[in-house]
């Protein structure tokens, strides 16, 4: 594996993530009814950096959830012969709510799908938006993000790491290349 490109900076993911913060304010006419699940790994500290984003310009502090997707996922027996469960923590009900959905990367449609899963066992939301920081295509199932940080076109012998400050100790996006 080797790094091809980094496409995105510390500055990059910030603008980024102003620019979907104000996206999901305008789209929704403010933050009413409107709560933020981030799926775990990385969609987490995102929603967080979005939820801050939002309070900074609103003034409002919105409900913040963390949805693990493990047993929803349709690969589930070809990942891990014992997968690592990790707890769903949403404290709140998500009845009636317009649910903005987090993650880093938007590929497949796979994940979000297995979310959409995990959440409509929680409750019936008023509706369920997607915020992803990339998307990068290729997708298996009819899913489309409402608001993506960028679009990046990749090709199937690549793939994309987000690196997030409170995971990996840095803000990075970089395309990588499988070599062999």
Do not use: C
């Amino acid at each position: 594996m080797k790094e091809k490109a980094k496409i995105m900076d510390e500055k990059g993911i910030d603008r980024a993530i102003t620019r979907i913060s104000h996206e999901i304010i305008e789209r929704n006419k403010g933050v009413s009814n409107l709560v933020l699940i981030g799926i775990r790994r990385r969609g987490v500290p995102l929603a967080q950096r979005i939820a801050r984003k939002i309070k900074e310009v609103e003034g409002v502090e919105l409900p913040l959830g963390i949805l693990d997707i493990t047993l929803y996922r349709d690969d589930l027996t070809t990942k891990a012969s014992q997968p690592i469960l990790r707890k769903t923590e949403i404290d709140f009900s998500i009845k009636d709510k317009k649910v903005v959905l987090i993650d880093d990367v938007l590929f497949t449609g796979r994940t979000v799908r297995a979310a959409m899963d995990a959440l409509m066992d929680l409750g019936r939301p008023k509706m369920i938006q997607l915020a992803v920081l990339i998307d990068r295509g290729h997708r298996e199932l009819p899913i489309r993000a409402d608001y993506v940080g960028k679009n990046v076109p990749t090709s199937m012998s690549e793939f994309i790491k987000v690196n997030l400050e409170e995971i990996d100790m840095e803000n990075s996006v970089k395309i990588i290349e499988k070599t062999g």
